[in-house]
């Protein structure tokens, strides 16, 4: 079992940033591939950003490419996902999730794919 809990979300202007945290549970965490999803109001939950169980392989949305960085920090069961220039359309419920790695490159492509979810954390951009 793996528990997810995310903080560092809040209201930000656009243009600001924001830096999310997911702090994982249990002694397993390197043996997931990670990943945050972002979902706004009536719309699908979607893959924005994931890493791979050793951080080398990384995948980015083309909505959040050269503004976002997801990283992992191992030792302290932790993942990132830094946010910068942020715009009004990023607002959203931002979910981290961990599914079990089928390879060292593996990165869950869909929101299927993950075994445990966080409980969400909402960002919000004013224009």
């Known amino acids: 079992q793996v528990q997810l809990v995310e903080s560092g979300g809040g209201l930000v202007q656009a243009g600001g940033s924001l830096r999310l945290s997911c702090a994982a549970s249990g002694r397993t965490f390197v043996t997931y591939a990670m990943g945050w999803f972002r979902q706004a109001p009536g719309k699908e939950r979607e893959l924005i950003a994931g890493?791979?169980?050793?951080?080398?392989?990384?995948y980015y949305a083309d909505s959040v490419k050269g503004r976002f960085t997801i990283s992992r920090d191992i030792p302290k069961n932790t993942m990132y996902l830094q946010m910068n220039s942020l715009k009004p359309e990023d607002s959203a419920v931002y979910y981290c999730?961990?599914?079990?790695?089928?390879?060292?490159?593996?990165?869950?492509?869909?929101?299927?794919?993950?075994?445990?979810w966080g409980q969400g954390a909402q960002v919000t951009v004013s224009s």
């Open positions: 890493i791979s169980l050793n951080g080398g392989e990384r």
């Open positions: 999730a961990a599914v079990r790695a089928r390879s060292y490159f593996y990165i869950g492509e869909s929101a299927g794919e993950y075994d445990y």
